[in-house]
């Protein structure tokens, strides 16, 4: 299926749902092919449920860049003062 910006603008939920049923959605920018709808394939189940724990335990911060948890604390109490 081909559709024009505008149209897929006003219709976009619909063509969503049907590119993840599987049918290929082309949306075009004056009549010429710019981009094409398609489902993500493979996501990790971390990703998929925003597993942002998990991410950082295989992509930890450099030492130099971790703080404890009362740094991080403290550093947001000081920025609330500085505000008033």
């Known amino acids: 299926m081909q559709t024009n910006m505008l149209e897929s603008k006003n219709r976009f939920s619909e063509l969503v749902k049907r590119a993840q049923a599987g049918e290929e959605i082309v949306i075009t920018n004056r009549g010429v092919p710019a981009v ?39 550093d947001i109490q000081r920025e609330r003062e500085e505000w008033s």
Do not use: F, K, Q, Y
């Not at 998990?54 to 948890?69: D, I, M, Q």
């Open 36 to 74: 094409r709808l398609e489902p993500v394939r493979t996501v990790s189940a971390g990703a998929a449920s925003g597993d942002i724990l998990g991410w950082l335990a295989r992509n930890p911060l450099p030492a130099h860049a971790r703080r404890s948890p009362e740094e991080i604390a403290a």
